[in-house]
């Protein structure tokens, strides 16, 4: 509970922290997204330009011709004057110094013979010199009237400009509307945004391509929202300071022709016939050149990516909520992964398939829409999400294998610890019933040894004993849950699934025995008192888990289960045997051992009785006793207790079989085959 807490804060500061990039737009962040989203926009989409768009540029085939610009303004106005079957001529281009009077007013008059046009103005922030009155007063006929009209609390808000740098009057007056063409870079530098208007001298004034389609629509620029104006059918949406974010075409796409095949004829008029015309220079040193998430462009080309996309209905509409829904779905799908999933690698995948199906679903969605949304604060917060969760899961995890390996590497094999790790939700604090199978073992008269020896001596020969005994369990899957005194208690199947547990535990007690019989030839060369012990084991449904606090715990076993093995144990006192087995672990065991039925047994505090069997070494010798013995004990069953007698005795003097001896002294003494009651423990 306390890691999946830790997981849901971090979540949530990397979405706030996300969040506040995203609207502060810091400017590293930003230009990063910019970018990211710009394979969105524009690189892994195609679309048609619009066809009734055409740029003449005065290029270097037509510096070549007529020299340096700036030109001749008559040269000029000869070219413009072949565009009269455009619908508009839009100039990018300023002409704001006079020459002669002449030259001035026949640009004017060629202006002033098209169907119409719309003369450039560059707004600055700074200038030395300001635009005069009868200059102001030509300009305020272009202005957006309405829409300022419309605007409150400064929504939509658009950029303002103290300064002014516009055509002389003369030439103003042959344009049928004036724009601005003054645009600014994003924070990387790139141009990739569209100012529809600009604030001068307290004044709204549309951009040249805005203008150009007022007058072609004969509409005027009305407000939806703050965030969206509308012009005719058409909507169009704006960021914070009234840019439209352009959806660029490829480079190849875009119709420019050259200014000298306009003046020489090759190109003729009908060509532009109901085309709007951008009027431009592209020739370096005296045109201005664009760099734009497609590579560097004519600056002009900014009004022909607007006007087409207004055009044929392909104008970006941008959709922040889904962008912060996003952002913060992927700032808690690292969280939601940890739930579900214990592999990092499934979780680290599971994070990412998701947002790359987002990331497809959002390409088709612009694709088919032009709805953008920005998928790069939604990456970065799935990132970002991904290091600190995993990274703190990490460490959690090294803590939690630490605790492990401290609290189990002394009781469970290596690979069952491995398994425990990958899997330590067995421990919850709490427990679940599960069927194990149990094993208690205790040396015989470890009193009078203990009395024989010193406390170092004792300590010694126990480490000894255990050492073996402790591995013949691990070794065999058991977890070993604890030493009492001299006794060993272990079970199988729990923290970790052992198939086939009860056979697990059985060999294990076998190897304990003949390990236990290697020690016993060391300590009789050392002429140390050997050690003889005896083996209960059961198998039942027990209640297995963490007893104890959240910071102090021991995991082990409770049940009725466990008060069984441990009686059985000490039944093996009574039968002189070296292992018992109940009933319950015969029948789970599926490799072939060899063990035959003792007696049927009513521990202390059980109502039913409980059928005993030994486990035997699997050798030769055995197996005669056992077959013998199986004979003898159906004879005893079946109250023929002469042949049972005879058989029983038989195993006495040719074998010294112990338990044979014990049901001799029984028949001895009249008892017949039955129940036997344990009045202790």
């Given at each position: 509970?306390?890691?999946?807490?830790?997981?849901?804060?971090?979540?949530?500061?990397?979405?706030?922290?996300?969040?506040?990039?995203?609207?502060?737009?810091?400017?590293?962040?930003?230009?990063?997204?910019?970018?990211?989203?710009?394979?969105?926009?524009?690189?892994?989409?195609?679309?048609?330009?619009?066809?009734?768009?055409?740029?003449?540029?005065?290029?270097?085939?037509?510096?070549?011709?007529?020299?340096?610009?700036?030109?001749?303004?008559?040269?000029?106005?000869?070219?413009?004057?072949?565009?009269?079957?455009?619908?508009?001529?839009?100039?990018?281009?300023?002409?704001?110094?006079?020459?002669?009077?002449?030259?001035?007013?026949?640009?004017?008059?060629?202006?002033?013979?098209?169907?119409?046009?719309?003369?450039?103005?560059?707004?600055?922030?700074?200038?030395?010199?300001?635009?005069?009155?009868?200059?102001?007063?030509?300009?305020?006929?272009?202005?957006?009237?309405?829409?300022?009209?419309?605007?409150?609390?400064?929504?939509?808000?658009?950029?303002?400009?103290?300064?002014?740098?516009?055509?002389?009057?003369?030439?103003?007056?042959?344009?049928?509307?004036?724009?601005?063409?003054?645009?600014?870079?994003?924070?990387?530098?790139?141009?990739?945004?569209?100012?529809?208007?600009?604030?001068?001298?307290?004044?709204?004034?549309?951009?040249?391509?805005?203008?150009?389609?007022?007058?072609?629509?004969?509409?005027?620029?009305?407000?939806?929202?703050?965030?969206?104006?509308?012009?005719?059918?058409?909507?169009?949406?704006?960021?914070?300071?009234?840019?439209?974010?352009?959806?660029?075409?490829?480079?190849?796409?875009?119709?420019?022709?050259?200014?000298?095949?306009?003046?020489?004829?090759?190109?003729?008029?009908?060509?532009f016939k109901n085309k709007f015309v951008i009027l431009g220079i592209t020739e370096v040193g005296a045109g201005d050149i664009a760099p734009t998430p497609i590579g560097n462009i004519p600056g002009p080309l900014l009004h022909y990516t607007?006007?087409?996309?207004?055009?044929?209905?392909?104008?970006?509409?941008?959709?922040?909520?889904?962008?912060?829904?996003?952002?913060?779905?992927?700032?808690?799908?690292?969280?939601?992964?940890?739930?579900?999933?214990?592999?990092?690698?499934?979780?680290?995948?599971?994070?990412?398939?998701?947002?790359?199906?987002?990331?497809?679903?959002?390409?088709?969605?612009?694709?088919?829409?032009?709805?953008?949304?920005?998928?790069?604060?939604?990456?970065?917060?799935?990132?970002?999400?991904?290091?600190?969760?995993?990274?703190?899961?990490?460490?959690?995890?090294?803590?939690?294998?630490?605790?492990?390996?401290?609290?189990?590497?002394?009781?469970?094999?290596?690979?069952?610890?491995?398994?425990?790790?990958?899997?330590?939700?067995?421990?919850?604090?709490?427990?679940?019933?599960?069927?194990?199978?149990?094993?208690?073992?205790?040396?015989?008269?470890?009193?009078?040894?203990?009395?024989?020896?010193?406390?170092?001596?004792?300590?010694?020969?126990?480490?000894?004993?255990?050492?073996?005994?402790?591995?013949?369990?691990?070794?065999?899957?058991?977890?070993?849950?604890?030493?009492?005194?001299?006794?060993?208690?272990?079970?199988?199947?729990?923290?970790?699934?052992?198939?086939?547990?009860?056979?697990?535990?059985?060999?294990?007690?076998?190897?304990?025995?003949?390990?236990?019989?290697?020690?016993?030839?060391?300590?009789?060369?050392?002429?140390?008192?050997?050690?003889?012990?005896?083996?209960?084991?059961?198998?039942?449904?027990?209640?297995?888990?963490?007893?104890?606090?959240?910071?102090?715990?021991?995991?082990?076993?409770?049940?009725?289960?466990?008060?069984?093995?441990?009686?059985?144990?000490?039944?093996?006192?009574?039968?002189?045997?070296?292992?018992?087995?109940?009933?319950?672990?015969?029948?789970?065991?599926?490799?072939?051992?060899?063990?035959?039925?003792?007696?049927?047994?009513?521990?202390?505090?059980?109502?039913?009785?409980?059928?005993?069997?030994?486990?035997?070494?699997?050798?030769?010798?055995?197996?005669?006793?056992?077959?013998?013995?199986?004979?003898?004990?159906?004879?005893?069953?079946?109250?023929?207790?002469?042949?049972?007698?005879?058989?029983?005795?038989?195993?006495?003097?040719?074998?010294?079989?112990?338990?044979?001896?014990?049901?001799?002294?029984?028949?001895?003494?009249?008892?017949?085959?039955?129940?036997?009651?344990?009045?202790?423990?």
């Open positions: 509970m306390k890691k999946q807490l830790l997981y849901f804060l971090l979540s949530l500061f990397v979405f706030l922290f996300v969040m506040f990039l995203n609207i502060s737009k810091t400017e590293t962040f930003e230009s990063f997204s910019l970018k990211f989203n710009d394979i969105i926009d524009f690189r892994l989409t195609k679309k048609e330009i619009s066809k009734d768009v055409v740029f003449v540029a005065v290029d270097e085939p037509s510096v070549n011709r007529f020299g340096r610009w700036p030109w001749d303004r008559e040269i000029l106005a000869k070219g413009i004057s072949k565009l009269n079957q455009a619908d508009v001529v839009m100039m990018d281009m300023i002409f704001s110094e006079p020459t002669s009077e002449q030259k001035d007013e026949a640009l004017s008059e060629a202006l002033s013979s098209l169907n119409a046009s719309v003369c450039g103005f560059f707004l600055r922030k700074t200038a030395t010199q300001d635009v005069t009155e009868e200059e102001i007063d030509i300009l305020s006929d272009s202005t957006l009237d309405m829409l300022q009209s419309q605007i409150k609390n400064n929504k939509p808000t658009f950029i303002k400009a103290d300064f002014a740098e516009v055509n002389i009057p003369v030439v103003m007056s042959g344009c049928t509307l004036n724009g601005t063409f003054t645009t600014r870079p994003s924070k990387d530098h790139l141009y990739r945004e569209y100012p529809v208007a600009v604030y001068f001298k307290d004044m709204l004034f549309p951009s040249l391509a805005l203008q150009a389609l007022r007058i072609k629509l004969n509409k005027d620029i009305e407000k939806v929202s703050d965030n969206s104006v509308k012009l005719g059918n058409r909507e169009i949406f704006l960021n914070d300071e009234g840019f439209v974010r352009l959806n660029f075409y490829n480079k190849e796409d875009y119709r420019i022709v050259s200014f000298l095949d306009l003046y020489d004829g090759k190109i003729k008029p009908e060509f607007f006007l087409s996309n207004f055009l044929n209905n392909q104008l970006i509409k941008e959709n922040k909520t889904v962008s912060y829904i996003f952002v913060f779905v992927f700032a808690f799908l690292p969280f939601l992964a940890t739930l579900v999933l214990n592999s990092v690698v499934r979780r680290v995948l599971l994070n990412l398939i998701v947002y790359i199906v987002s990331y497809i679903a959002v390409l088709y969605i612009f694709q088919t829409t032009y709805i953008y949304i920005d998928m790069f604060y939604p990456l970065l917060s799935l990132i970002l999400s991904m290091i600190a969760i995993e990274v703190s899961a990490f460490n959690i995890q090294q803590k939690d294998e630490k605790f492990l390996k401290d609290a189990f590497g002394a009781y469970l094999s290596k690979d069952l610890l491995n398994e425990l790790i990958h899997n330590p939700n067995s421990l919850k604090l709490g427990g679940e019933k599960k069927e194990l199978s149990i094993l208690f073992s205790d040396i015989r008269s470890f009193t009078t040894l203990s009395e024989s020896m010193s406390p170092e001596e004792l300590i010694k020969l126990l480490n000894r004993y255990f050492t073996p005994m402790t591995n013949a369990v691990l070794e065999n899957k058991g977890m070993l849950d604890k030493y009492i005194g001299d006794a060993i208690m272990a079970f199988w199947n729990a923290p970790v699934d052992v198939a086939n547990h009860a056979d697990a535990a059985c060999k294990s007690a076998l190897l304990m025995i003949e390990r236990l019989n290697i020690l016993n030839k060391e300590l009789t060369k050392e002429k140390i008192p050997n050690i003889h012990i005896g083996i209960g084991i059961n198998t039942d449904e027990v209640v297995v888990g963490n007893m104890g606090s959240d910071t102090r715990f021991n995991y082990t076993i409770i049940g009725d289960g466990v008060n069984l093995a441990s009686r059985v144990e000490g039944l093996t006192k009574q039968y002189g045997v070296e292992i018992l087995i109940t009933e319950f672990t015969v029948k789970r065991l599926k490799d072939d051992f060899l063990y035959r039925k003792v007696e049927l047994v009513k521990v202390k505090g059980k109502e039913k009785a409980v059928l005993m069997y030994q486990l035997l070494e699997n050798s030769q010798k055995n197996k005669e006793i056992v077959e013998i013995y199986n004979e003898a004990l159906k004879f005893y069953i079946d109250d023929d207790i002469i042949n049972a007698k005879k058989l029983f005795k038989k195993l006495v003097d040719e074998y010294d079989d112990p338990v044979s001896k014990y049901h001799l002294n029984n028949i001895s003494n009249g008892h017949k085959w039955g129940v036997h009651k344990m009045t202790t423990k």
